[in-house]
């Protein structure tokens, strides 16, 4: 089994109402990355992955795009210790 890691994202710009979550969680789905994504109070979009660091690094490189509605303004990442919590990618309300 490869290493796992873990990162978490903030991600701002326009990012809320314009289907990123969901977005956010078939692109994880697809890449076979643990965690979730939610919107913030402050208008952003946070998220925590886990899965192997290819992955986790070509879904960063998706969310800093995101969906064609969005705008990413930044994206502020964290790398952290793999805690292994997380069974699936969900959406966080």
């Not at 939610?38 to 979009?45: A, L, P």
């Not at 998220?47 to 705008?71: C, F, M, R, W, Y």
Request: some cysteine; hydrophobic content about 40%.
């Amino acid at each position: 089994m490869a290493d796992k890691h873990r990162v978490h994202i903030f991600i701002s710009g326009r990012v809320q109402g314009v289907f990123f979550r969901d977005f956010t969680r078939r692109q994880a789905i697809d890449l076979e990355l643990t965690g979730w994504v939610r919107n913030t109070n402050e208008g952003k979009v946070e998220l925590i992955a886990e899965g192997e660091k290819e992955k986790i690094n070509q879904l960063i490189e998706t969310v800093k795009i995101g969906p064609s509605s969005a705008k990413v303004k930044d994206c502020k990442i964290e790398w952290l210790e793999c805690l292994y919590e997380f069974k699936d990618f969900k959406i966080i309300y």
